[in-house]
């Protein structure tokens, strides 16, 4: 694996809606807050940074936990995510430039990794011990929203990460491959 190019930690705090510090080297640069509603079902979650555009995170109709998208404060669709299956733990996140997918951690422990189907791993969200705080640590360039996004809908589904996934090292192998000349 190669060292990452930004690492961030999180700060949760709150049991009903909690709120998520987000913290880089220099300090606080924003706040991600989780709504829930009475049946304390995760509805939506609001990302303030200290500097730059306010955005919206909403669940989408369905049955699944991680179904959400991410808007701006003017209207504008960033992207949102998916399971194709109610046991499946790959998850799929869409934005209009590219596709991305979720996938828990290998080996025993918990957490998700963000992939890209050409180049591979972009990000990894690991908890810290046994409490709520992680470690967002980002690979290759990519927005934080779309960090921030993976954090908060990995985060919703911990539990489910706690059994290996599976092991890849790039996914350049669903590339198509050049005929050879004979």
Do not use: C
């Not at 306010?54 to 669709?77: A, C, I, K, Y």
């Not at 998916?82 to 422990?109: D, H, N, Y």
């Not at 189907?117 to 690991?126: D, Q, S, W, Y």
């Not at 996934?165 to 198509?176: N, Q």
Request: no cysteine.
């Amino acid at each position: 694996m190669t060292a990452p190019i930004a690492t961030y930690r999180t700060r949760p705090t709150g049991i009903w809606s909690p709120h998520h510090e987000i913290l880089d080297a220099n300090g606080r640069i924003g706040v991600l807050q989780a709504e829930r509603n009475r049946w304390s079902l995760t509805t939506r979650a609001t990302w303030r940074p200290e500097k730059g555009e306010v955005l919206t995170f909403r669940r989408d109709p369905g049955l699944l936990r991680s179904q959400f998208s991410v808007w701006t404060d003017g209207r504008e669709w960033l992207g949102s995510s998916l399971r194709s299956r109610f046991f499946g733990r790959e998850i799929a996140l869409s934005t209009p430039s590219k596709s991305l997918r979720m996938l828990p951690v290998p080996g025993f422990q918990r957490g998700w990794r963000l992939h890209a189907p050409k180049t591979g791993e972009l990000a990894r969200i690991t908890p810290d011990g046994l409490g709520k705080a992680s470690t967002l640590q980002v690979f290759r360039r990519v927005e934080l929203e779309l960090v921030l996004f993976a954090y908060f809908v990995g985060a919703l589904v911990y539990a489910e990460s706690y059994w290996p996934g599976p092991a890849i090292v790039d996914d350049l192998e669903s590339l198509p491959t050049a005929p050879s000349k004979a």
